[in-house]
């Protein structure tokens, strides 16, 4: 797999997708929920913990462990052809989300459960960013 | 309301051809697996007061359209949005105990198949990024469940290969399944990845066909020329949070459903031969630990060792499951748990079945668990 190919794919699929809040900006943030300080993934209208509506969009450090990851050998998708083998993994970040993604930069050997990464946003369009991780502490 | 044990039974079972259907319609293919059905037990469409439809792919399925072409006016019915018949049971056992219906047909057809269905859906809900992602089809939860079972408990992919070599043997015994060709687990490791860790074998075929079963009251079951199978009791559970869960891919949410054999009115141990839901093989192992025939963390060694083959110490999946006889979303776990109950599954019975579990679930937000019985425990 290369990066970039995981990126077109990305791009390809997005299309001209209408906004998604959660591709606005390049940096990784939450809804935190004002009132009970919950940090919602995925985005939701009301908070899933107390169901109050108002909540502000926070920063996060993106620092999270792999709870499991796969390889995908089989493109379900055209529009990951180019991408396979590529592999998915689920983060749980050290704040509370727990994140379907792709780790960049990482040979499939290289992965193993319990890995710490950090969210890497990466532009896969014209103001549309895709959060990724890497492996470490600090994004690239 | 309680459901009194044996309230309500099945008495008719009908399932089609299944594979390739070309040029049907998935209604049509539901409303032939009806009137198998109907032959089964004896009955005619006008002894049904209920219809309960499951929505298929591409939207068909829905109680109006297949009421209109079976020709029928019930009393009740209703269509509900996910598979399984776990809940079209529960469902149709509580609107014959409440009264709203005597005589249910539980109904379901698909052209997937020939509809040429990808399964390039996400893998999971919610958040718009997970396709964008590339998280396509439940083998990506299925890998990601395993590799962290794996994690855990150190199960190997030669033990997990097992699930599909053991469902196979008991394919060959069925001449309804798909894939009978024999599949050795020198077969099984030698097949490339899909989703790694898992291999073409883990997941389920897309195939068409359509399943009907007849369920009433207990009073009534003499009207039917079968021997009635009664369910027992039935329990459900959710997580519907879903990913805010922790570990949801391992739905340990399930295993609040074991109070269901005291509900029964027998132990676990009594359970002659188990049913369970498998898109991926993953499944098998996780419903094994969470009802515990097994411990947490066990199911490796215990599908290796034979134990749940026919002749095993509980045996799973003996109509080859989805993963081998035919992907009709857990419908025909049920028709062939009916079947073993009744004695008639020739080369694949279980002898002396007298109960049955069946255990399934919608994604990993909704999970059923059935226990029939040929018997009634007092
Ligand atoms: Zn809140």
């Known amino acids: 797999m290369s990066d970039e190919a995981l990126l077109l794919a990305a791009a390809r699929l997005l299309g001209p997708s209408p906004s998604i809040e959660e591709l606005a900006t390049p940096q990784i943030r939450f809804q935190q929920c004002t009132a009970c300080g919950f940090r919602r993934y995925p985005p939701a209208p009301a908070c899933p913990e107390c169901l109050a509506s108002e909540s502000e969009w926070m920063p996060d450090d993106g620092v999270g462990t792999i709870w499991s990851y796969c390889v995908y050998h089989r493109a379900f998708d055209p529009a990951f052809s180019g991408a396979v083998p590529y592999n998915v993994v689920l983060v749980e970040l050290d704040s509370g989300p727990r994140m379907i993604s792709n780790v960049l930069g990482i040979d499939p050997s290289g992965l193993r459960i319990g890995l710490r990464v950090v969210a890497w946003p990466r532009e896969i369009a014209p103001g549309r960013f895709l959060v990724y991780f890497v492996p470490g502490a600090s994004s690239p | ?378």
């Open chain 2, 1 to 378: 309301m309680t459901l009194r044990r044996g309230e309500v039974a099945v008495i008719g079972v009908g399932s089609t051809e299944q594979g390739e259907l070309p040029g049907r319609s998935a209604d049509e293919i539901a409303v032939d697996a009806l009137r198998l059905a109907l032959r089964d037990c004896g009955l005619e469409k006008g002894d049904l007061d209920g219809l309960i439809t499951c929505k298929s792919f591409g939207g068909s399925g829905i109680d109006t359209d297949i009421g209109r072409m079976a020709g029928i006016n019930p009393r009740y019915s209703a269509t509900l949005d996910y598979g399984t018949c776990n809940f079209s049971l529960h469902l149709a056992a509580m609107a014959i105990a409440s009264g709203m219906a005597t005589t249910i047909a539980l109904l379901y057809g698909t052209n997937q198949r020939s509809a040429g269905n990808r399964f390039r859906a996400v893998a999971g809900s919610g958040a718009e990024s997970l396709g964008l992602h590339g998280f396509h089809n439940i083998a990506g939860q299925g890998a990601l469940a395993f590799a962290r079972h794996a994690h855990l408990y150190g199960t190997t992919q030669e033990q997990l290969g097992w699930v599909s070599v053991t469902e196979r043997a008991h394919a060959q015994l069925n001449p309804a399944a798909i894939f009978r060709t024999p599949l050795t687990i020198e077969d099984y490791l030698a097949e490339p990845y899909l989703v790694a860790p898992l291999r073409r074998s883990d997941v389920c075929m897309i195939s068409d066909g359509g399943a009907c079963l007849i369920v009433t009251s207990a009073d009534r079951v003499a009207s039917a020329s079968t021997q009635p199978v009664y369910l027992l009791a039935m329990e459900q559970a959710t997580g519907l949070r879903q990913y805010q869960n922790p570990d949801n891919l391992l739905r340990p949410w399930v295993s609040a459903m074991t109070t269901i054999y005291a509900s029964a009115g027998l132990s676990r141990a009594d359970v002659d031969v188990l049913f369970i839901q498998d898109p991926v093989s993953v499944w098998v192992c996780q419903m094994l630990e969470l009802f515990g025939f097994c411990g947490p963390g066990e199911s490796g060694p215990f599908v290796q060792e034979g134990r749940i083959r026919l002749g095993g110490e509980i045996p799973v999946n003996t109509n080859g499951g989805q993963l081998s006889e035919s992907y009709m979303w857990g419908w025909l776990h049920l028709c062939e748990a009916v079947r073993q109950l009744r004695g008639e599954c020739g080369d694949r019975q279980v002898a002396d079945a007298t109960f049955a579990q069946y255990c399934s679930t919608k994604g990993f937000e909704k999970a059923a668990t059935s226990i029939l019985g040929s018997s009634v425990p007092s």
